[in-house]
């Protein structure tokens, strides 16, 4: 067997076992040109029945956008219920964390928003798993196209009484007495309200409701008459893929979910289009 000796300190730069020399993807960075955007993928959620086999896939398809990604977008509710407490972190997930990890660590911009699920970050998944965490909306400009990214709840003044529950989620005195609640106990209320919340549905509230009876829909018109030099808005929450192109020429964009579609966004520089996994 031959050792290899090599004159960089990196050790990424170590010739593979075949004597090739691959590239790592990090040298690379400048031709990286996509960026990525999903949401809702809800990990942890009672509503999946192989909740393995849901990581896996969305582990995957980390691997896959991991080739040409400069930069993912993470909408909203990737985890179903995320608590962080100063020294404990929930239980699960170390495949998809690991993964991002990864990512972050090859140079790709890893962003997080929260969603209406897992407000309730505090430094562990920036400064362990290396994201960049985002607690509202974005204006950001990528490629020729400037992009408004948020997740999307709280902006439709006819969620009647999730107002009231979104003010106590990000309240700070909430957030400091609901960290006395053991993790336990505290985790399995979060699932569970998760659940309800999901299962009180209506088929109809599930349903696009055209473009005149979207919440989002209408809130990103008013948004862009207010912001003239917005051309995308990107939205996760609703769990509808939607791709829509108003007269003037803007977009309106709801993600879909990786839950039960698994559909996300892509951004060349240029055009964006939705796909499925
Ligand atoms: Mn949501």
Redesign the pocket.
């Known amino acids: 067997m031959q050792l290899f000796f090599t004159t960089t300190s990196d050790p990424r730069l170590h010739e593979a076992d075949d004597g090739s020399q691959s590239a790592p993807a990090w040298v690379d960075l400048p031709q990286r040109t996509r960026t990525y955007f999903i949401?809702?993928a809800h990990l942890g959620s009672r509503m999946v029945a192989d909740p393995h086999g849901h990581e896996q896939r969305l582990v995957a398809w980390l691997d896959r956008v991991k080739a040409d990604a400069r930069a993912v977008y993470m909408v909203?509710?990737m985890f179903d219920f995320w608590f962080e407490y100063r020294t404990v972190v929930p239980k699960g997930f170390v495949r998809f964390l690991g993964k991002v990890a990864e990512l972050a660590d090859l140079g790709i911009e890893m962003h997080f928003f929260t969603?209406?699920?897992d407000i309730w970050t505090f430094g562990y998944l920036e400064h362990e798993v290396g994201m960049t965490v985002h607690r509202q909306a974005e204006t950001v400009q990528i490629g020729s196209k400037r992009f408004l990214i948020a997740?999307?709840?709280g902006l439709s003044s006819t969620d009647h009484g999730f107002g009231l529950i979104r003010t106590i989620f990000h309240s700070r005195t909430c957030q400091r007495l609901f960290r006395l609640v053991p993790p336990q106990l505290g985790q399995n209320f979060g699932y569970a309200w998760a659940k309800k919340n999901r299962e009180r549905l209506t088929p109809e509230e599930k349903e696009y409701k055209g473009e005149a009876g979207e919440p989002l829909v209408r809130y990103a018109k008013r948004y862009f008459e207010e912001h003239p030099d917005v051309d995308i808005i990107v939205f996760?929450?609703?769990?509808i893929p939607l791709d829509l192109q108003l007269a003037n020429g803007k977009r309106v964009v709801i993600l879909g979910d990786f839950v039960n579609l698994f559909t996300y966004g892509v951004f060349d520089g240029e055009n964006f289009w939705l796909e499925s996994f």
Not at 236 to 239: D, P, V, Y
């Open positions: 949401s809702d909203g509710d969603g209406n699920h997740h999307g709840d996760g929450h609703r769990h």
